[in-house]
């Protein structure tokens, strides 16, 4: 599913987070505008900031489901909660237990604020 496709979808240009709310290497936050709230996935990497929707491929549940801890240990992947699959931090490409990747959502970072790109 493209990230286009959920019902909530933001449109481009909506507010997410101020730049200094994500501190640390993964924040997951939701995003509200006039369809709803919209869950997303916010990673700092050393290639720039990514974000994908925060649901697995796999079931839809959030990647947090079971506990905030997002990030491997070697810092490469991202994982699910739920049922341990794995991807790539940095692509959302799938690395283990899932059948397709992460969607990827572009987002902006301007002036101190992160916004929906286009």
């Known amino acids: 599913m493209a990230w286009t496709d959920y ?3 933001p449109p481009a240009g909506t507010f997410v987070c101020d730049s200094g709310a994500v501190t640390s290497a993964v924040v997951a936050v939701d995003v509200d ?3 709803g709230s919209f869950p997303l ?3 700092r ?4 900031l990514r974000a994908y929707v925060n649901a697995c491929p796999h079931q839809y549940l959030p990647l947090n489901y079971r506990g905030d801890q997002l990030l491997s240990a070697c810092g490469t992947k991202l994982l699910c909660t739920a049922h341990g699959a794995s991807f790539d931090a940095d692509t959302g490409a799938v690395l283990a237990g899932a059948p397709c990747e992460l969607d990827a959502v572009p987002v902006v970072e301007d002036a101190g604020q992160i ?3 286009s």
């Not at 990497?45 to 720039?48: A, I, L, S, Y």
């Open 7 to 9: 019902r909530s979808t």
């Open 33 to 35: 505008s006039e369809k």
């Open 41 to 43: 996935i916010l990673v």
């Open 45 to 48: 990497r050393p290639v720039g």
């Open 115 to 117: 916004r929906i790109g």
